[in-house]
């Protein structure tokens, strides 16, 4: 008896399926490897890995911590002014040489940024933030036996800012990692402690100067760096809090069909690097009956079933990163690689979730934190520098991420780094040449420290006023950057013409309130313009310019001082490069420089 064709081709049909499967099953490699736990979870319980941040409780512990670690960091950084000519005087120095040693302070500990990153994601903000307090301490002691200005600028200024860089960076990571719909509230308060730190810090830095030397400054302070100790011990990190789990038929299934993401979380899919697929002639009869996509995430096939709820996905098909060319599956991880802080991607981001588009797509807060914790590919891990293989995995991916500089292949984010080398030359001058300028002028050391206090308060005022400004729909936080860096710029031109008191209070409260959305609003700007995808990159890249320009332009800017004997031409200098960099960031509203360069 002749068989029936129809059969035959069901049999081979059936027979590749199976045969497909089989091959799928053998070849894919899974999030959590065997070595990970002698108990290898399954991969519906993936997601329970991923700490889902609080966005309250001991969060609000954190911001606090967070908030005396920028009060104490940037506190002691920008009163150097206070000190400025007690250095000169001790060291018999030019002014460019002992501001350099305040310049290595801020630019190296914004330079160390990619370094410490890779610390936090292999050790947490806890260990490293310690570690850094202890550090940062001991340098400050260290600078006491200098005897000359060298010495200084490598205690005070390089060692010192390596252990600025440890507290500062977990600090920013901390409140990321405990808050997401309410991060814009927490952000803003944790980062008013710059502002208010330098309020307090300028007069208790005269004070100081008033009962003991600048030696036994440089002690008081050490002391309270060591109280950074505390501050970072409570930045406990998360640990994931395993759900109360549906039955795997109904979890897994609805009508016979895989548990899959509703259309909106489709598109947040795409976005994502999700590549949608379509099924082909041969099991098309078979899929005839079934209303579904199937999307490639990572390396898995995921199959969408329109009518299934957003709260069903799981969020093993959003931890893999985006398929690339190779094809390349990503290797076994640790299950404790699903809660380090770095993988990420939304760290960075400085304001509430709820205006990243992922959220905006009505995706839930569970699906989109899965969605944006992602791991390095086999193929991304093989393409990075092979001195970066030697190195911890959770240390090499974060160095590899931060170090990339195939981010600049977009325009804007190269001006925005222009933008910035021009920018930080002048930032950093009202703060270390107002006061020195101001008592030149006769003006009282303590009214002179008080500019400082007034430039800190304003920074608050600012940072808080520009955050909610840029959270209101249709206001555009890039012109509002735009706008305040450039009357920043032209308040610091204004400061030569002020010789009265009240005008110096003026000019440098200005200064302060409009200088604040050059650092507060920087994250949420870098994302308009490369993605939430490499805000990391993006992030890691500019702490490099910035840090290198921090180093290099307060004592280009100290020598036309030497030069002239003028404070003036430092801040016509510095006003200057403001409103360049003003001028910069309007060219990030022209289309060219919102793509790719060829």
Known sequence: MKPNSEDMNGSVEDIGVELTEKIYAATTTPILGPQANSTEPNEDDWEDYIPEPPDGGWGWVVMVASFVNNFVLDGIAYCFGVFLLEYVKF????????????????????????????????????????????????????STASKS???????????????????????????????????????????C??????????????????????????????GLLLQGCISSALMRPLTPKRRRRQPKGNAEKTNGHAAVPSSDDQKALLENGAAPTQPNAENSRR???????????????????????????????????????????SPHVSVQNLSRPLYRKDIFYSGSVLNVSHVKSKMSLKSYV????????????????????????PMADILAEMLDLTVLRNRGMMVLCAANVVGMIGYYVPFIFSSSRAVSLGVSEGNAALLLSLMGICNTVGRVLSGVLSTIPGVSALLINNICVTLCGISVLLIPFCNSFALMVVANSAFGLFASTLISLAPIIMC????????????????????????????????????????????????????ACGALHFLLHLKYFKGKTD
């Open 528 to 579: 308009e313009l490369v993605g939430l995808e490499k805000l990391t990159n993006g992030f890691g890249l500019l702490c490099l310019v910035r840090g290198v320009t921090a180093i290099a332009g307060p004592p280009i800017v100290g020598m036309l001082y030497d030069i002239t004997g003028d404070y003036s031409a430092t801040f016509y200098a510095g006003g200057a490069c403001l409103i």
């Open 287 to 329: 899929n005839r009956t079934m209303s579904s996509t199937s999307y490639i995430a990572g390396s898995r096939l995921v199959v969408v079933d329109s009518g299934t709820p957003a709260d069903n996905i799981h969020a093993s098909a959003f931890l893999h990163t985006p398929a690339n060319a190779s094809g390349a599956v």
């Open 91 to 142: 060291f018999n120095s030019s002014i460019a040489s002992a501001s350099l040693a305040n310049s290595l302070l801020c630019g190296v500990y914004l330079l160390v940024g990619p370094i410490v990153g890779a610390l936090v994601n292999k050790f947490g903000c806890r260990p490293v933030g310690i570690a850094g307090s202890i550090i940062g301490a001991c340098a400050f002691l260290l």
């Open 193 to 222: 402690g710059t502002g208010i730190g330098v309020f307090c810090m300028a007069p208790f830095g005269k004070f100081l100067l008033h009962n003991v030397d600048w030696k036994g400054a440089h002690i008081a302070l050490a």
């Open 149 to 191: 200005v060298v010495v200084f600028q490598l205690t005070y200024g390089v060692i010192g800012g390596f252990g600025f860089g440890m507290m500062y960076l977990p600090a920013v990571v901390g409140v990321g990692y405990y808050f997401e719909k309410k991060r814009g509230i927490a952000t803003g308060i944790a980062v």
């Open 370 to 393: 899965a969605s944006i914790a992602t791991l390095p590919s086999a193929h991304e891990q093989s393409s990075r520098l092979s001195c970066l293989n030697s190195l911890p995995k």
